[in-house]
């Protein structure tokens, strides 16, 4: 029986269903996590680099926010938009694996072939299994929920892959050439993303390199116009930070590269576990268990056919790598996703006759393990919230008591942040960008920003961590720091933060206050 869209199971509807009643109440329901309203500064603020990352994560939402105002709602619809492209994309790459090179199509039609080269399998059950997975797996819903620079840089990532693999089906002249220009250029932007996004970016290349029927296309112009771009993009991104002291290599190599030897081998071992473990989860248990029979039986014709192969490169050679990290040093498991993404499409491309039902039924915990991340963020109860997600509830408020507060017992002060999450709620909800100011032990973007002429003498109302941050954090840079009192931020009488209030009448003042 041909498996078609219309007709998928009834369930996977259902859980399509409840997953965009689930992501419009968290978009229109919730305020920005710290790292939206983070990204949010960088579209007030734009450059061509920033502390953490490229640049392309704070011009792309420059506009819609210049056009529908700062509401998180209009973050998470720009996410909403990208991860739909996203999906469409790898979509698009499934159906371009489950069929022939284009340059046998004419061939195959005269001599009467019905079969296909390289992937055994029929392109619509390759595209209904897709739907299945993307439906049911928390690894794309959990993605495009909030606007961050994975999400940004895994639609590009998407799109790059498409137009890669189209451009390996096609013959290695001039009708190749403009695919391989439009892959680099998609490449180039996910690197503009995030920087690793070089990680996939470098496999691609690698697969073409060392696959035999990939390796004719190198010597055609085509691949090396499209290297060109993802190169040119390095190279912007090399000389901001020549301009700008390093920052982003001195982040990424301080903090995720340099090994944690103080860390016991028994907790690096359970480390490396819970990746291993969360790569399964994150794709769907359906998609690892094709893709492993697909391996067992059909190993050769999988490196036979050069999409497939550069597939396989691109999800494994970055997931291994992290595998090997991970028992170094923390591996985020943000970090998988555009593995865990190469593993839905793979096993798609393996995907043999209807979807049965215990394709759906393996599908179920990983529709299950996203529900239950997201539900409660979508009733707002943050006690059973991931614990870095609570940060969508009671800020709103607490910023505007705050600035009532300061209106009548310190008119004219600036209230600021220390850390980068206080700054990044105290910019968003006031609608401007504020550096942060004192010591902080985690440098950021908002030690970049610079104070405008007329604000640059203001006394400060400043939120830190605690009593105790806050008084090592400040007395170490002024010298008239006041304790006021903590300052809570509430919601549904239970308490999400508890940051503590400190007043600096003089910032000018100098450290020697003798």
């Known amino acids: 029986m041909r498996t078609t869209f219309l007709s998928l199971p009834l369930l996977i509807w259902l859980a399509l269903l409840v997953m965009m009643l689930v992501r419009f109440a968290i978009m229109f329901g919730t305020g920005p996590l710290h790292d939206e309203a983070y990204y949010w500064s960088w579209s007030q603020e734009l450059d061509f680099g920033y502390y953490d990352q490229p640049f392309l994560t704070g011009w792309l939402l420059a506009p819609f926010v210049a056009l529908l105002g700062d509401g998180a709602w209009v973050m998470r ?27 046998q199509n004419a061939q195959q039609e005269l001599q009467g072939q019905k079969g296909r080269s390289g992937v055994e399998g029929s392109g619509s059950a390759a595209l209904s299994g897709f739907l299945l997975l993307a439906f049911t797996s928390p690894v794309l819903w959990s993605v495009g929920l909030f606007y961050v ?24 002249g001039l009708s190749s050439r403009p695919w391989w220009i439009m892959a680099g250029l998609a490449l180039a932007l996910a690197f503009s ?48 930070n020549a301009l700008n002291g390093w920052v982003t290599f001195r982040h990424v190599g301080g903090e995720h590269l340099v090994p944690d030897t103080s860390t016991p081998a028994s907790d690096r071992f359970l480390r490396f576990g819970l990746v291993v473990l969360a790569t399964p989860l994150f794709s769907g248990l359906t998609a690892i268990v094709l893709v492993v029979l697909g ?111 300061r209106d009548v017992a310190y008119p004219g002060y600036e209230i600021v942040g220390n850390y980068y999450h206080l700054a990044a709620q105290t910019s968003f909800h006031q609608g401007t960008v504020r550096p942060s100011v004192g010591l902080d032990p985690r ?10 002429d007329d604000k640059a003498r203001a006394p400060l109302l400043v939120l830190t961590p605690s009593l105790d941050e806050g008084m090592e954090a400040l007395s170490g840079v002024f010298c008239s720091v006041t304790p006021l009192s903590p300052w809570p931020v509430n919601h549904r009488e239970g308490r999400i933060a508890l940051p503590y209030l400190f007043a600096i009448h003089n910032p000018s003042e100098k450290p020697d206050c003798g």
């Open 193 to 240: 993303a995030k920087v690793s996004a070089a990680l996939w970016i470098m496999a691609l290349g690698l697969s073409v390199a060392v696959h035999p029927q990939s390796r004719p296309h190198l010597r055609a112009a085509g691949p090396w116009l499209g290297a060109g771009l993802p190169l040119a993009a390095f190279l912007l991104f090399l000389t901001w």
């Open 77 to 103: 619809a720009v996410a909403t938009l990208l991860i739909f492209a996203a999906t469409a994309f790898l979509a698009l790459t499934v159906n371009a694996l489950s069929g022939p090179p284009k340059a």
């Open 295 to 405: 391996a067992v039986r059909r190993f050769r014709a999988l490196l036979h056919n050069p999409g497939v192969f550069a597939l396989v490169v691109f999800t494994l050679l970055p997931l291994l790598i992290f595998f090997g990290l991970s028992g170094l040093r923390d591996v985020y498991l943000n970090w998988l996703i555009p593995s865990c993404l190469g593993l839905l499409v793979l096993s798609c491309c393996l995907w043999i006759g209807p979807i049965r039902r215990w394709h759906v039924i393996t599908s179920l915990p990983s529709a299950m393990l996203a529900l239950a991340l997201l539900l409660p963020i979508a009733f707002r109860q943050p006690w059973f919230m991931p614990s870095n997600a609570r940060d969508m509830l009671g800020w709103e408020a607490s910023i505007e008591k705050l600035m009532e507060y």
């Open 149 to 172: 620079h994975d999400t940004v840089m895994v639609c590009f990532l998407s799109l790059g892959l498409w137009l890669g693999v189209e451009a390996l089906k096609r013959d290695k």
């Open 443 to 452: 440098p950021h973007q908002f030690n970049l920003y610079h104070w405008p």
